[in-house]
């Protein structure tokens, strides 16, 4: 039979399990997005274009992913490379029509910290 | 999307453990060699009391090698969740993957080392040969932080970080060793005897430590936070004077056992070192552990001085905590519902009016459970009052509305069923896991505070309440660090903080009065019950911003 301190103990132990449980926290946000040619050189329609990033930290390029998120949610992965400087990103994106799009992306960075993003952008007629 | 969640979790929790475990093995060298003073011809301590020692040393060793294989797991899910397959080569090639294999072997050595070392503790050869192992496994963490990744200042901010790192983890590992010490003296005689000698002699050590931690973190901070308002308006900032207050707060229990130390070596009768200090121990334990804790958390945010643009003004962040008329009507489900496309869409994103007033009720009557607990436990201290003593009850009341409001398009009141949202939606899961707590936290504490004082089951509460405390607190880091995100985080991490406060009254107040220091026992009780009633206040008071 068990006794009582022995279902004291099980019942903290579940406890702490479900309180550990509850820790299921979101990735952590380490590298960010510092700059990008966006913002100096809009994406033009119909032309493919590349997209330059730049992030705060270091950044694992194999290890990384970003997609194209068009109208109704729907995600087309991109060619990725690393850029000149450290912390940079080469997206290399098709030729699009005008509308709204985003890039999702997911940076693994030096430190090994996952960051996961969006950045807005509008393709002009 | 629900493995990725629960590999981002352990992820998490393995960069706390490793930082406990390295402390842990760490403040255990230093306790052994510079406390117990293991490396003179006749150790300072009895041989129990250094077999103690190297136990706890070893099980950190152990623990760090687990929770960097663990995160070497953890991460490798998360990599083939993200890119679609698993990248070992890419991966192994890293510079954090290699640093962590070196890492996790040196902790196994060490962990091997302590083994030999516990057959002869007294052998200054043994503690030599860990002390050899430790050096490169400090030294490694350099290359597993924050500046390893940073264009400026690398070299500097990596050995900076160490340093931060190890004097952390001298003081932190010192208290664990203080209280494992102190439950072997309650059954060794001998042991006893050398307890106020151990709690003089950590003092000096106690006192290096937290100087070097401090000025290593001032530098740090200067580096990663930069301003003032990066303090309190950025994640990163917000940690860190996280980080500060618990620090003050256990700085506060650290003196008491200091001053203690102290007056036993100007009069070795006085008793406060026996009949207080281990109970002080205790709490300063709690505190340092949850400090540990949000260390790690600290270690994935981006640094302040990096988003200027997305810091908040104090203004803003007061605005949250402002009192405001707390709204104790809820939008329909259906209006609800509605507004969910547009909210979640990443292209054609709407605000939903009714998302954020849906969330602003469940916080506000949240708060009024938390204030009319409170007041109840407040009563529960008048002489007399024993009805009082039901107040853990509302957690119960608190359970149920969660469970009908916390999700809205799982069942019952939304069309996705039972299993289905629970086992297919990391957060729904979180959200049941987390009413089933509330729920078992009322049941309980109820039970402690009513069927006598038992033995453990009145410990569950405050333990439980210090680990809540520590996941509001770690929790507060979001995937998109913008300001309306930490401005929404910034009340959770105060209300973290305050659970933590919360956990050590109710401990102290248990453990006190077991002591017979009524009194004492008395005001800690009450700092618990007063940060209860803040809780509830910030609950009552929140109000999302529109996002």
Known sequence: ?125 | MFVQGVANFLDDLMGGLQLAGLCVLIGGLAWGLGVLQAWRDAPGAPLAALRRCIVVLRAGAWLLAAAQALKFLAKLAVLAATLGEVPLARYAATVQFQAGVVRLVLAVAVALAASRLAAAPASRRRWALILVLAAPLAASGAWLVHAVGRFDSRALLMTLTVVHQLAAAVWVGAVIQLFALWRLALVDPEVRRLWPVVVARFSPLGVASVSVLAASGIVLAWYYVGSWEGMLGTGYGSLATAKVLLLALTLGFAGLNFRAGRRWLRDPGAATVVTRVPYYIEAEALLLASIVFVAATLSSQPPAVDIPALTASLAEVLDMFAPKAPRLTSPTHEALLAGEAGRLAVIGRVPSSAATEWSDYNHNVAGVFLLGMGVIALASYVRGWTWARYWPAGFVGLAIFLFFRSDAESWPLGPIGFWQSTLGNGEVLQHRLATLLAFALGIVEMRARTTGTGERLPYVFPVLCALGGVLLVTHAHVPFEIKTDYLIQSTHLVMGLLAVVMATGRWLELRLGHAGATTQSRAAGLVAVGAMLMIGAVLLFYREPLY
């Open chain 1, 1 to 125: 039979m068990r006794t009582r301190r022995e279902s004291v103990r099980r019942l903290a132990g579940l406890l702490l399990t479900l309180a550990i449980a509850l820790g299921a926290a979101p990735a952590g946000a380490h590298a960010i997005v510092t700059g990008s040619s966006l913002e100096r050189q809009p994406v033009r329609a119909h032309v493919a274009t590349t997209v330059l990033l730049s992030f705060n930290s270091g950044i694992e390029v194999g290890l990384s992913r970003v997609d194209l998120v068009r109208k109704g949610d729907r995600q087309q992965p991109l060619p990725i490379g690393a850029g000149k400087r450290p912390g940079e990103l080469r997206v290399s994106l098709p030729p699009l029509d005008p509308g709204d799009y985003a890039l999702k992306f997911r940076i693994f960075a030096a430190d090994g910290h996952f960051t996961e993003d969006v950045l807005r952008f509008r393709v002009a007629e």
